[in-house]
């Protein structure tokens, strides 16, 4: 009989700690652009403000005297461990709008990870071959054939939604490391008048682009994508929606790295380092070893993705036009 398994959402609720209150009824990611005046700056703050309360939470949580344990996902535990319950099958469903990082996040995500290995050897990292942004989210933990009949009832809109960025130029900075009890990810907030260090785009870049300049932020784009999903007749189905851009790094499988108050001490304070050494010697920076900036829809456009997800897994759709 296959297990009953509960996830870590379930133990680990993203809360959103930017303090913005979502009207009923209306496109959720329309409240924060409201309450920021579609300021990018302001929204910037928000997004900062967000990451910066909740690394502080887990911070203290980590190092709490009354800490109990990590949350170790037990869906990832059993596919990396296959003796654990042979024949094993995680069989929740999604479907989702992903962003693909350019090589050079890609090489910003490996060093970050290779510096938090150094700590912590054992933590499960994510392949840079699955590493996404979710700019928006369907449907989650469904069935094979109810993911099968939305993506059917949004496949005329899927075109116009995976190449949206060709054209539609979102742009993100000040990458930082965001954690908690259950994984870590690389964060970024949108930005709001940075110089732009990113490369340029692969020429000729001959896009008719109706929207780029940091004007139109990354909020700016999820909101158009949930947009595109209603117009499609689709209800949006996201586990959460809260001001974050992130890319999951890794997670947590085993207490080895984290058993002792030592120990946690050594990873939140690895975890304070990087921050440091990103927020000092790669924002803003063109020279950096490693590029702290991502024009959402470099060399990629949008991942229309669906099947078993959670770890960078599933199959692509459409993959859009990169610029």
Not at 23 to 44: M, V
Not at 77 to 103: A, H, K, Q, S, V
Not at 118 to 132: D, E, G, I, K, Q
Not at 220 to 230: G, N, P
Request: charged residues 25%; glycine residues 6%; hydrophobic residues 40%.
């Amino acid at each position: 009989m296959a297990s009953t398994l509960e996830s870590t959402d379930a133990k680990n609720k993203l809360e959103d700690l930017s303090g913005v209150v979502l009207k009923p009824g209306e496109n959720p990611y329309n409240a924060l652009i409201e309450t920021c005046h579609d300021d990018p700056a302001e929204i910037q703050e928000l997004y900062a403000v967000h990451r910066t309360r909740r690394n502080a939470q887990q911070r203290e949580k980590f190092l709490a005297p009354d800490f109990r344990e990590l949350i170790i996902d037990p869906y990832l535990l059993r596919l990396e461990n296959p003796d654990l319950e042979p024949g094993f099958r995680d069989t929740r469903y999604c479907m989702t709008f992903w962003g693909r990082p350019p090589i050079h996040v890609l090489e910003l995500a490996q060093a970050i990870q290779k510096r938090l290995q150094s700590v912590a050897p054992n933590v499960w990292l994510m392949p840079l071959h699955r590493m996404h942004i979710t700019t928006l989210e369907i449907a989650f933990s469904r069935t094979a054939e109810e993911i099968e009949e939305i993506k059917e009832a949004l496949k005329p809109s899927i075109p116009a939604i995976a190449n949206y960025t060709y054209r539609h130029r979102a742009r993100l900075v000040k990458p930082m490391v965001s954690y908690d009890l259950s994984a870590f990810a690389v964060s970024f907030l949108p930005a709001a008048g940075e110089p732009v260090i990113s490369p340029p785009p692969v020429a000729p870049d001959n896009a008719d682009v109706l929207k780029q300049g940091d004007t139109y932020t990354y909020h700016h784009l999820r909101r158009d994508m949930w947009d595109q999903a209603k117009m499609a007749g689709i209800v949006v189905g996201s586990r959460y929606i809260v001001p974050s851009a992130h890319i999951t790094l890794g997670r947590y499988l085993t207490h080895d790295d984290h058993a002792t108050p030592e120990q946690r001490k050594r990873w939140v304070d690895a975890i304070d380092d990087v921050n440091r050494w990103l927020e000092s010697e790669v924002w803003g920076r063109a020279d950096s070893e490693v590029i702290g900036e991502w024009i959402v829809g470099q060399e990629k456009g949008l991942d229309v993705r669906v099947g078993t997800l959670w770890y960078g897994g599933g199959r692509t759709v459409l993959l859009g036009e990169g610029f």
